[in-house]
């Protein structure tokens, strides 16, 4: 399974990017997904994940409400829809995948750069 991030960029506090997550080498849809970001001098954390269908989203709590996490199974792509962008958003962010919500994210993507200038 090979997942290939895109779509990071520089943006000023307040804008908006989307992520994708493009996955090959098995069909998304056997997969549940997730984001993750790591700032500078920090450990990776979670971001928002979804299951295989589509449902149970889950959110880190700083960015609930601005974040929105989206999967296309037909196109094999995963998105990650963020808003109302913070300075402490800014980060590398890596999309995963796990083959159940029970295991560990085993694949990963190379990570996209955000940076959220003020």
């Known amino acids: 399974v090979q997942l290939q991030a895109s779509g990071g960029g520089l943006v000023q506090a307040g804008g908006s990017l989307r992520l994708s997550c493009v996955v090959s080498g098995r069909a998304l849809s056997s997969l549940d997904m997730g984001w993750f970001r790591q700032a500078p001098g920090k450990e990776r954390e979670y971001v928002a994940g979804?299951?295989?269908?589509?449902?149970?989203?889950t959110y880190k709590a700083s960015v609930r409400g601005r974040f929105i996490i989206s999967r296309d199974n037909a196109a094999n792509t995963v998105y990650l829809q963020m808003n109302d962008l913070k300075p402490e958003d800014t980060a590398v962010y890596y999309c995963a995948a796990r083959n159940a919500d029970w295991a560990a994210f085993e694949y990963w993507g190379q990570g996209t750069l955000v940076t959220v200038s003020n």
């Open positions: 979804v299951n295989w269908n589509g449902g149970g989203a």
